[in-house]
């Protein structure tokens, strides 16, 4: 089984600041990690995705990600925010027997001040 | 641009109604999910069908949830009678592979 653990429901960030956003997986077999984002009323979008090649991806919009094993962690990057990135962001992953199967923390809602 | 498609975009509905949303995906998408969105639970999976087989449907009430794929280009998910719990927004998602998922934009229910 698998599952996801994404740390603070909330996080506030000013307009230019770093944006961090905490994700930690357990996977009994190599996983494939994946953030989401969700805008109001709307469907999710893919930001980018980690399936075994190199451990920091790129994704859409300037975000990153870095798959850590030691630390079983996939944490989301983005140097300076913009205020289009207020939006509601999910960590994903798939592993073990769950063929295609996505199991979703329960998401970090990111707030960006002017 | 092809992108999953979902109606009704929104349904309100009495307990005890049946309700019927449907899913487009993807053309040449061979593996289609169903997501259930609430605040309390987040997302979860209620089944997915690969090649229009249903590979799990273990997330999904089964007294009253019923999820098809009558062919390639539809999937429908069932609920009767609803319920208000069964308020949430429902989202289809279609892969043509193992990891990437298209979601579509949802149905958002409201049971009264």
């Known amino acids: 089984a698998q599952s996801v653990t994404q740390l603070g429901s909330h996080v506030s960030v000013s307009e230019g600041a770093l944006v961090l956003l905490r994700c930690n997986y357990s996977s009994s077999v190599p996983p494939y990690l994946f953030w989401y984002v969700q805008y109001p009323n709307q469907g999710l979008q893919l930001l980018l995705k980690y399936t075994s090649a190199a451990t920091l991806v790129k994704g859409i919009n300037g975000f990153e990600a870095e798959f850590k094993k030691s630390e079983t962690s996939f944490h989301l990057t983005k140097p300076s925010a913009h205020m289009s990135d207020a939006a509601e962001y999910f960590c994903a992953v798939i592993g073990g027997t769950s063929y295609g199967k996505l199991t979703f923390g329960q998401g970090t809602i990111l707030t960006v001040h002017p | 641009d092809a992108r999953v498609t979902q109606t009704p975009r929104h349904k309100v509905t009495e307990m005890g109604q049946e309700v019927t949303m449907r899913c487009q995906p993807i053309?040449?998408?061979?593996?289609v999910f169903w997501y259930r969105q609430t605040m309390m639970q987040g997302l979860e999976l209620l089944a997915y069908f690969r090649n229009r087989a249903p590979l799990d449907d273990s997330g999904m009430p089964k007294d009253r949830f019923s999820a098809e794929m009558p062919d390639a280009t539809l999937a429908t998910l069932k609920i009767q009678p609803s319920e208000p719990r069964d308020s949430a927004v429902y989202f289809c998602?279609?892969?043509?592979?193992?990891?990437?998922?298209?979601f579509g934009p949802g149905t958002r229910l409201t049971v009264l």
């Open positions: 998602a279609s892969t043509p592979d193992t990891d990437t998922q298209y």
């Open positions: 053309l040449g998408h061979n593996t």
